[in-house]
């Protein structure tokens, strides 16, 4: 499929249903979850970092997700969406630059997120990163991320009107949809999809209401978010220990979750 039909069908798919993205890490964990019946794939910036040796927020060198991008785009045939952090950047241009790269690269929609930044840059982001995108003739959907309840930005009786007021500011900038990890509450759910004005995507945690419930409230999109690639290396930890201490006691082997996980790593230099 050209990238012109993979930017169409991947808007497409957040005009109706919900639209269920389990995050690949890698180009072999994108050609598996493609094969099991996805209709689109996204990537989880913690499992790509972990995956190259990163810890995950930024760290990753750039040249390395990106290569890791190509690499995906060569094996799967449907619509490809990147988390890209914040852009890797803190220069709206620079930014827009790498998200270019990141077109190049194969991808037709992105993940950029404002974290504990004033949302100011985000809106400045988005801005540059559309005009950009626009200019080459992609048609790029820009998921805008907003860690107000994952970071808790703002208390817990803010927490509504803040992100719609951050919803309002990054689609009046081009954003395509907006992200609200740690969202789980189904009345604020209800109200930040009738007031929004983008596609609601959430991430899968305990508390979220189930899949059903979701597209019944009008969520267009469920993430995976870090959680698949957390449980396959869960898996590969215990496995591993079971082999190498010759034993089959699952139990006294070591769960990881994603802090024991972001531990293993450092700046990925020694």
Known sequence: MSQ?????????????GLLLLANAWDAGSARLIESLGAAAI????????????YRDGSHLPIQHHLDTVARIARVIRVPLSVDFE???????AVVAGHVGRVIDAGAVGINI????DDPDLLVAKIEQ????????????FVNARTDVYLRGLVGEERRVEETLARAKRYRDAGADGLFVPGLADVEQIGEVVARAGLPLNL???????????????????????ASIS??????T???????????SDADGAKKLDYGAINALFDDGDR
């Open 4 to 16: 012109t039909r993979c930017a169409t069908t991947f808007r497409h798919l957040h005009d109706d």
């Open 113 to 116: 997120e404002d974290g504990a």
């Open 86 to 92: 914040d852009g890797y950047a803190s220069d709206p």
């Open 237 to 247: 930890a215990r496995l591993a220990s079971d082999f190498l201490h010759r034993t």
């Open 129 to 140: 990163i559309k005009r950009m995108a626009a200019g080459r003739g992609v048609d790029l």
């Open 203 to 225: 991430m899968a945690s305990p508390g979220l209401p189930a899949a059903g419930e979701l597209e019944a409230l009008g969520v267009r999109r469920l993430s995976a978010g």
């Open 42 to 53: 996204a990537t989880t910036s913690a499992g790509l970092a972990w995956a190259n040796g």
């Open 230 to 235: 957390i449980s396959a290396l869960s898996h």
